[in-house]
């Protein structure tokens, strides 16, 4: 699950916490332009295409489910622990 934080200064993982992640988006939400951005960052995080990225739910709401094609739940939670860890640092 993740929990979008729109209209930031830049698009970020902000925090991991239980099965939630923060994420700040630069995008607005209007016409799916923070969707958009979201698809685009989670795709270049995970190393993935965008069309291995959907949107299963939340398409108007901050709580999104995203679908990512081809990882592992184990590998994503490995990538999104080093992405917060970096952060960090």
């Not at 295409?49 to 590998?75: E, H, I, P, Y």
């Amino acid at each position: 699950m993740v929990l979008a934080v729109v209209r930031s200064s830049r698009t970020e993982i902000v925090d991991l916490h239980q099965e939630r992640c923060r994420i700040k988006v630069k995008g607005a939400p209007v016409d799916g332009e923070a969707n958009a951005a979201l698809i685009s960052f989670i795709a270049k995080t995970f190393g993935l295409a965008k069309s291995m990225v959907s949107l299963k739910q939340g398409q108007t709401s901050k709580q999104k489910a995203f679908l990512l094609q081809g990882l592992d739940a184990g590998r994503a939670i490995e990538i999104l622990e080093n992405a917060v860890s970096l952060k960090e640092r």
